[in-house]
């Protein structure tokens, strides 16, 4: 895949705020964030998305990922906090490169604002997918 700037970040080509690093993963301040404190995670294999990760990469992020929640909490105070990991451009995501961003929520608002729109799910169209999911999972 095509170098993106997390690439130089991982390297030390490009400064940032790290919170956080271990063999397989680097956590960083977001240089725009949404709220105090927001934080991105990333696996240090560089894949675009979620579905390209190899299982190791994706057990060290996922390995990581609860303790630089907590340390995040616990310096800011914050209490609530949303989990965002964006896969493709149609879904926001703008650094190809895999992220998951911990954004703290405050009292005051300061956060993610989400637009959820939910729709009711179909039981026979339920089966079906499902169904094919599993399949594709085989
Ligand atoms: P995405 O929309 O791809 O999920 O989010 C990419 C995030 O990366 C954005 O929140 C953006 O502010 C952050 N970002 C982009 N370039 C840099 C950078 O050079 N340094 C840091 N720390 N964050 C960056």
Redesign the pocket.
Known sequence: MSET??S??IRGE?P??KVYEDEQVLA???????SRG?T?VIPKEAKATMAELSDGAAAGLGRALPRICRAVMSATGASAYNL???NGSAA?????HV?V?IIPKYESGEGLGLVWKPGKLDASEGSLLAGKVAAALR
């Not at 960083?28 to 949404?34: A, E, G």
């Not at 926001?92 to 190809?96: E, K, L, S």
């Open positions: 700037i997390f130089k970040i490009i940032c705020h960083f301040l977001d240089i725009f964030p949404l927001h991105l965002l990991q964006n926001h995501q703008a650094v190809m992220h961003h």
